[in-house]
């Protein structure tokens, strides 16, 4: 449950000198349309897992651009594959393929790679 | 002992460079396989199923019984090539038994025995040997002029594309063409000077003979046999011909109930190697429609032999089992390829570590729609109201939330992510306490027919299900006035072996068309989740495809009997597209029973149908 009051955030900088477009630039080659995602967000309201769980399909775009790899990864895994977002998807978007391409990307990663964009911050 | 003549040469050593990688390759495939796969082995060798391969050997590696039935000219050609073959060297073997009496003679001498015995045949048996192993070289020698003139005309076969060949093929199938003309021309050479040949080779013989002096090309045309025949068996490894032993393995190996697992073992190499690149799975496969000429199952399992195999090619499968359907050989197809798409995403498998159970509720049918079938909500609404309308008691599993049935994963090769899905799913299902499971998806109904356990619980399709209550009365049988064609999905057709439930209950509702491709022939819509790789513009061509055919037909409806299918076809047609579901709910509401509505069970009060209740759901109108 969200508490009611002001929380101190910490401090979210994307440090683009660490930005490592190598997995965005994979998807880009290998599913074409991806390109013309337009964030409407059809994908996330019908998405299955999103009913069970707190999970945003169209985000996944957003975290790819910024290069943050491990949330990515880590939000990937909750898709079960079926389907419906692709169905929906106004600009025919093959989001099954994205999804497919971004777990082999991520899964050929190291920890220290995923985390690059925020390692930065923390530091 | 004699020593046989120096053009035997090649010929001994491509029969030893063959059997020996026989022998090796055979002895690692069999120890690699599974101990409990071993055992069925050991247990069925002494068994009828040996009998039961031979036979199947016969018919099918030696007759050709499924290529004739494809195309007799097709069959004719493959089984004059194998079955003659055998042929000419069984009777080759006995003709040389018969001729010295004894066993023990040079084994070369029956393969070169025109050559090894030169005195004119004397005798009935003799004669008879030698017009016997002449018509048979006849006979084969059709066959090759058939498979010269196929390379021309494969239309003419039945055949619309033919296999594009890599080298070790080429060379492989140049020396097989070369093997039967030449051994026609060195028994004819050697007949026309030493006068032993029979009704084909003599006349040809005496022919050669007036017109040039045969005497020294004699050894030159018997080198060149023996050296075709070298160079096919040493080149056999590396090619397509490799099927001819293999696929005996193969069909004892399948016999004794030995099957693909859920993972790359040595039983998916024989599956590999036995495939013959006849490329017969060519013409069935419908990614054609898309221009994509580098993914059917005969170059996916050519780069899987050769361990070559892009994730682009192996993902670019719809998965219809269009080709597994022809495959001659009988290959897992489609299984082969859910392996390596297993191997090649094990990396990756997702934990679903979020999904939780609460209690079920207690009923006695489960209804699960399916995730496609809420993004065609007429067909989960449809099913609704019927099984209140039948007064069944269930409970709608998946209304609100519920994980997927794992069958997408499992389509992409996520097996182990699939079984955490289908763990959670199969602890709700069970306890529930249901007995039926009733399934809108095809998709999912395969998956749960086949890769869930669930004891004492009948998985049934919602046209298996709503037959049923068709035929015990608890639904009201009405004539609609129109024309449809059945679209035959392929998850639950040749997927699931589904084809005359759905049109039984159909034709109670509606009168059905008759279109060319139906049953296990029937096209796939082309939205199969199993392609991750094609575009949605080819989608759209392969089913615009589809659609045509069934726009000749000029129906008045197309139904189907799964979401994606309908999801798919809405899209590119005018005419109007259901689910079974939605149109038997439509007789339902029109048959006599509907405007007596006291009739209704108590049942479908929830959904205001009660007479009393102004009713909540729009009867669809005729047209």
């Given at each position: 449950?969200?508490?009611?009051?002001?929380?101190?955030?910490?401090?979210?900088?994307?440090?683009?000198?660490?930005?490592?477009?190598?997995?965005?630039?994979?998807?880009?080659?290998?599913e074409?349309?991806?390109?013309?995602?337009?964030?409407?967000?059809?994908?996330?309201?019908?998405?299955?897992?999103?009913?069970?769980?707190?999970?945003?399909?169209?985000?996944?775009?957003?975290?790819?651009?910024?290069?943050?790899?491990?949330?990515?990864?880590?939000?990937?895994?909750?898709?079960?594959?079926?389907?419906?977002?692709?169905?929906?998807?106004?600009?025919?978007?093959?989001?099954?393929?994205?999804i497919?391409?971004?777990?082999?990307?991520a899964?050929?990663?190291?920890?220290h790679?995923?985390?690059?964009?925020?390692?930065?911050v923390?530091? | 002992?004699?020593?046989?003549?120096?053009?035997?040469?090649?010929?001994?050593?491509?029969?030893?460079?063959?059997?020996s990688?026989?022998?090796?390759?055979?002895i690692?495939?069999?120890?690699?396989?599974?101990?409990?796969?071993?055992?069925?082995?050991?247990?069925?060798?002494?068994?009828?199923?040996?009998?039961?391969?031979v036979?199947?050997?016969?018919?099918?590696?030696?007759?050709?019984?499924?290529i004739?039935l494809?195309?007799?000219?097709?069959?004719?050609?493959h089984?004059?090539?194998?079955?003659?073959?055998?042929?000419?060297?069984?009777?080759g073997?006995?003709?040389?038994?018969?001729?010295?009496r004894?066993?023990?003679?040079?084994?070369?001498?029956?393969?070169?025995?025109?050559?090894?015995?030169?005195a004119?045949?004397t005798?009935?048996?003799?004669?008879?040997?030698?017009?016997?192993?002449?018509?048979?070289l006849?006979?084969?020698?059709?066959?090759?002029?058939?498979?010269?003139?196929k390379?021309?005309?494969?239309?003419?076969?039945?055949?619309?594309?033919t296999?594009?060949?890599?080298?070790?093929?080429?060379?492989?199938?140049?020396?097989?063409?070369l093997?039967?003309?030449?051994?026609?021309?060195?028994?004819?050479?050697?007949?026309?000077?030493?006068?032993?040949?029979?009704?084909?080779?003599?006349?040809?013989?005496?022919?050669?003979?007036?017109?040039?002096?045969?005497?020294?090309?004699?050894?030159?045309?018997?080198?060149?046999?023996?050296?075709?025949?070298?160079?096919?068996?040493t080149?056999?490894?590396?090619s397509?011909?490799?099927?001819?032993?293999?696929?005996?393995?193969?069909?004892?190996l399948?016999?004794?109930?030995?099957?693909?697992?859920?993972?790359?073992n040595?039983?998916?190499?024989?599956?590999?190697?036995?495939?013959?690149?006849?490329?017969?799975?060519?013409?069935?496969c419908?990614?054609?429609?898309?221009?994509?000429?580098?993914?059917?199952?005969?170059?996916?399992?050519?780069?899987?032999?050769g361990?070559?195999?892009?994730?682009?090619?192996?993902?670019?499968?719809l998965?219809?089992?269009?080709?597994?359907?022809?495959?001659?050989?009988?290959?897992?197809?489609?299984?082969?390829?859910?392996?390596?798409?297993?191997?090649?995403?094990?990396?990756?498998n997702?934990?679903?570590?979020y999904l939780?159970?609460?209690?079920s509720?207690?009923?006695?049918?489960?209804?699960?729609?399916?995730?496609?079938?809420?993004?065609?909500?007429?067909?989960?609404?449809s099913?609704?109201?019927?099984?209140?309308?039948?007064?069944?008691?269930?409970?709608?599993?998946?209304?609100?939330?519920?994980?997927?049935?794992g069958?997408?994963?499992?389509q992409?090769?996520?097996?182990?992510?699939?079984k955490?899905?289908?763990?959670?799913?199969?602890?709700?299902?069970?306890?529930?306490?249901?007995?039926?499971?009733?399934?809108?998806?095809?998709?999912?109904?395969?998956?749960?027919?086949?890769?869930?356990?669930?004891?004492?619980?009948?998985?049934?399709?919602?046209?298996?299900?709503?037959?049923?209550?068709?035929?015990?009365?608890?639904?009201?049988?009405?004539?609609?006035?129109?024309?449809?064609?059945?679209?035959?999905?392929?998850?639950?057709?040749?997927?699931?072996?589904?084809?005359?439930?759905?049109?039984?209950?159909?034709?109670?509702?509606?009168?059905?068309?008759?279109?060319?491709?139906?049953?296990?022939?029937?096209?796939?819509?082309?939205g199969?989740?199993?392609?991750?790789?094609?575009?949605m513009?080819?989608?759209?061509?392969?089913?615009?495809?589809?659609?045509?055919?069934?726009?000749?037909?000029?129906?008045?409806?197309?139904?189907?009997?799964?979401?994606?299918?309908?999801?798919?076809?809405?899209?590119?047609?005018?005419?109007?597209?259901?689910?079974?579901?939605?149109?038997?709910?439509k007789?339902?509401?029109?048959?006599?029973?509907?405007?007596?509505?006291?009739?209704?069970?108590?049942?479908?009060?929830?959904?205001?149908?009660?007479?009393?209740?102004?009713?909540?759901?729009?009867?669809?109108?005729?047209p």
């Open positions: 449950m969200n508490t009611f009051g002001y929380k101190i955030m910490s401090p979210r900088t994307i440090d683009f000198d660490q930005f490592d477009g190598r997995l965005l630039n994979e998807v880009l080659v290998k074409p349309s991806f390109r013309t995602c337009l964030s409407c967000g059809g994908c996330t309201a019908t998405c299955n897992a999103g009913t069970l769980i707190d999970f945003n399909v169209r985000k996944l775009n957003l975290l790819l651009r910024r290069g943050e790899i491990a949330s990515l990864s880590r939000e990937i895994d909750k898709c079960m594959l079926c389907g419906k977002c692709m169905l929906v998807c106004p600009r025919g978007i093959n989001i099954r393929n994205v497919m391409l971004l777990k082999k990307g899964s050929r990663l190291s920890e790679q995923k985390t690059a964009v925020e390692n930065e923390q530091k | 002992m004699e020593t046989p003549p120096s053009f035997t040469l090649p010929f001994i050593i491509g029969l030893l460079v063959i059997t990688f026989l022998i090796v390759v055979s690692i495939w069999i120890t690699g396989l599974s101990k409990t796969d071993k055992i069925r082995i050991i247990k069925g060798f002494p068994s009828r199923k040996t009998w039961r391969a036979r199947e050997t016969f018919t099918e590696a030696l007759l050709h019984r499924k004739f494809k195309n007799p000219r097709l069959g004719y050609m089984m004059s090539l194998a079955f003659g073959w055998f042929l000419l060297i069984v009777a073997h006995l003709e040389a038994i018969f001729h010295y004894t066993l023990a003679f040079p084994f070369w001498k029956s393969i070169f025995f025109r050559f090894a015995e030169q004119p045949a005798g009935f048996t003799a004669k008879l040997f030698a017009a016997l192993t002449d018509f048979l006849l006979f084969i020698l059709s066959g090759v002029a058939l498979a010269y003139y390379r021309f005309n494969s239309r003419h076969f039945g055949m619309k594309k296999t594009q060949m890599k080298a070790g093929d080429r060379v492989a199938l140049s020396a097989l063409w093997i039967f003309p030449m051994r026609f021309a060195a028994e004819s050479i050697t007949a026309g000077l030493h006068h032993n040949g029979s009704f084909l080779t003599q006349p040809a013989g005496d022919l050669l003979a007036s017109t040039f002096s045969l005497q020294p090309v004699e050894q030159a045309a018997w080198w060149t046999y023996s050296l075709s025949l070298g160079v096919f068996f080149a056999m490894p590396l397509r011909y490799m099927h001819i032993p293999v696929e005996v393995l193969l069909i004892f399948r016999k004794y109930g030995i099957r693909l697992k859920k993972g790359v040595t039983y998916t190499r024989v599956q590999v190697f036995s495939c013959s690149r006849c490329g017969i799975c060519l013409d069935s419908q990614m054609n429609q898309a221009n994509v000429r580098n993914s059917q199952s005969v170059y996916v399992l050519r780069q899987i032999r361990r070559r195999l892009k994730d682009d090619q192996l993902f670019n499968c998965l219809c089992g269009r080709c597994q359907k022809d495959c001659p050989v009988g290959l897992d197809l489609n299984d082969l390829r859910i392996t390596q798409r297993i191997a090649s995403t094990r990396e990756y997702s934990s679903y570590d939780k159970n609460g209690p509720p207690q009923a006695e049918v489960i209804y699960f729609a399916g995730c496609m079938t809420h993004l065609t909500p007429g067909i989960k609404k099913m609704q109201q019927l099984l209140h309308f039948a007064g069944i008691n269930f409970w709608f599993m998946d209304e609100y939330k519920a994980p997927c049935c069958r997408p994963l499992i992409v090769g996520q097996y182990e992510a699939a955490k899905l289908i763990r959670n799913n199969t602890e709700k299902i069970l306890s529930s306490g249901a007995k039926t499971l009733v399934v809108s998806c095809p998709i999912c109904y395969k998956v749960f027919h086949e890769d869930y356990s669930l004891p004492g619980i009948t998985v049934m399709h919602h046209s298996q299900y709503l037959l049923n209550l068709v035929d015990q009365g608890r639904l009201p049988v009405f004539s609609l006035p129109e024309r449809v064609v059945y679209h035959d999905p392929c998850e639950l057709g040749r997927g699931s072996g589904i084809f005359d439930q759905p049109r039984k209950l159909l034709s109670s509702y509606a009168s059905l068309i008759k279109i060319p491709h139906e049953k296990a022939d029937a096209y796939c819509c082309g199969s989740l199993s392609n991750t790789r094609i575009t513009q080819e989608r759209d061509q392969i089913r615009d495809k589809v659609l045509e055919e069934y726009q000749s037909c000029q129906p008045d409806r197309l139904v189907t009997a799964c979401p994606l299918c309908k999801k798919t076809f809405t899209k590119g047609t005018d005419v109007q597209v259901s689910d079974l579901a939605e149109l038997v709910w007789g339902v509401c029109h048959s006599k029973t509907m405007p007596n509505r006291s009739s209704l069970p108590e049942a479908a009060i929830p959904l205001g149908l009660h007479p009393g209740k102004p009713s909540g759901i729009a009867i669809p109108s005729l």
